[in-house]
């Protein structure tokens, strides 16, 4: 066990030999799947589990068996020595409460993306990490993504010329990819903490859908942009060590899941990012689409590079590259004859024709070894972290500068306005 109980201050100390023990607070979808990949590594025990419904409490105790505690007070799991971790996967309006609460307990933490709900949270989530010197990490998992570290060795080392623009997107089109997730027949005031889950959100009576569908709701989730732009966002500034954009620009709306949602299912993003110290100035594009008639899901970037360009899916890269142009052609039909003459007999002298076949460049493809796992590997990380006190992959600030200007992407959607940024200081201009 790591952590004899109790001793849990910013200098504490761990073992390579010693057991992490966690606890899950949101043991739905992501909570699930967080756990189960953590207890697959070696020495990562489970400890404690925390839901708000009991249907969640019951199915890790199936999982992981009756040993495992369960209870629906999140207080109970902080309140104990036994845990050093714990991960949080609760709906989004959750994580800055839960998050500071947690390191403020004396746990290291793993929080899923989006870090937070409001620019305000994300200072003090960044705080707390800085206060208590817990390792905190975000759990957007494609920053471990050997793709993503592929691109970023490409891009960094100059493979595609100077980055000129980047194209991103995120198209689904399916039910559940549209989070019209499946509600539990026995979900009622008595198996769910309803004001537990509601927490900050405004009152209002039991509702199931609020709970089960909670992304569907601005009081709750994100939409799209806290969501889904959150992964192309971390994705984007891994690969470009970019601390964030100076200018975000977004529309959209809500073309086919009128299901009562208040967020939309369609969204476009502009995004300006001026030139930092690993990158000039560039300009991106981020697109979510929920309905978008494709058979699966769609993740992936686009590179522009002056020298060429770097294509990404969830797991794979293609980079291609123009070989440089021999002469820059010529437009003069619009020219007298005579001065069209005149034009090739100089353009010639410059330019001497070259009877070589022309050049090509084949293109270059990668892929992760097989069994790769971003999503393992990020919780690997983060258990790395956790024992060595070494900074983590995806921290508070790291964490904040995605979530910053997704969350501003939505301001700009709901107000119809250009948003401004500070991605040094994290702050919103204007
Ligand atoms: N990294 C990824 O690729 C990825 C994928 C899916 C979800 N997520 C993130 O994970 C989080 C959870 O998403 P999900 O799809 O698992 O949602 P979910 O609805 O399946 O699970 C959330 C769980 O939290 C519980 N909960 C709500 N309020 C709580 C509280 N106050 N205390 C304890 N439990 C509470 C709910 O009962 C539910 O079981 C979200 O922030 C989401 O953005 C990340």
Known sequence: MLAAAGLAGADQNVSPNDRIRIATIGFGGMGMGDTTLAVSLPGVELVAVCDIYDGRLARARELHGDRVFTTRDYREVLARKDIDAVIIATPDHWHATLSIAAM?????VYCEKPMVQSIADGHAVVAAQERTGRM???GSQYVTSAVYQKARDLVQSGAIGRLTMVDSWLDRNTAQGAWQYSIPPDASPATVDWDRFLGKAPKRPFEAIRLFRWRN?????TGVAGDLFVHLLSGLHLVTGSKGPE???????LRYWDDGRDVPDVMLAMLDYPKQASHPEFTMSMRVNLKSGVPDERFGFRFMGTDGVITTSM???LLEKAPPEREPGYSIGTFPKAVQEEFLREYRRKYPPDARPAAKIEPETFAPPKGYDAHREHHRVFYEAVRTRKKSVEDAVFGFRAAGPALLANASYYEK???RWDPDAMTVRG
């Open 217 to 221: 709701y601005q009081d709750y989730g």
């Open 315 to 317: 797991s794979s890269l």
């Open 104 to 108: 403020e307990a004396g746990k290291d």
């Open 417 to 419: 306005r250009m948003c």
């Open 247 to 253: 200018r975000i620009m977004a529309t959209g709306g």
């Open 136 to 138: 905190f990490q975000v």
